[in-house]
């Protein structure tokens, strides 16, 4: 949560969704949004319905449930194999 508490996850997701909408343009945008939309629904875990990206401001109680699920919605995403890799252990670390 240190990560969180300094304000850096913000960056992170904004970094990666910039990256990857330069690299694979707004369509992948709307892929990472549908698996955030579809993620199962666990008590005391917020649900994104709409994705993140319609959404202006998020709360450290927002970002908290963001980073218990980021991993699993980047996994496997149909971007390059070496840039998966190198997001998946940005997110795991």
Known sequence: MYHLDLGLFNYQITYTYDLLKDLYRASILDIIDNRLANTPRYLELKIFKKGIQSLARLTASEY????????????????????????????ED
Request: hydrophobic content about 50%.
């Open 64 to 91: 908290r449930n963001l980073m218990k699920v980021m991993i699993f919605v980047l996994d496997n995403l149909s971007i390059s194999e070496s840039l998966n890799k190198k997001l998946l252990k940005l997110y």
